[in-house]
């Protein structure tokens, strides 16, 4: 299961949870305030391989800020 960043538009606290894909836009309560206002944040993430080579997907174009779009893939 993946690690999911949340954002907690009540509190603005920043919280990290491990869910199902399924449950990944489902409403959590807040670890600060327990209120179930949180938003998934987009995520970067950080790959290391064997060869000593790492892989970071904060490559962005100048259309978006995480990568996401069709022009950056």
Do not use: V, W
């Not at 990290?16 to 206002?37: E, K, T, V």
């Amino acid at each position: 299961m993946p690690i999911y960043e949340y954002i907690c538009q009540n509190c603005g606290a920043t919280f990290d949870q491990l869910r199902s894909f399924s449950q990944a836009d489902d409403p959590i309560a807040c670890p600060q305030c327990a209120q179930s206002q949180s938003k998934r944040k987009l995520s970067s993430f950080f790959a290391h391989n064997e060869s000593g080579n790492s892989a970071h997907s904060s490559h962005n174009c100048g259309s978006c800020s995480g990568g996401s779009c069709s022009t950056c893939h």
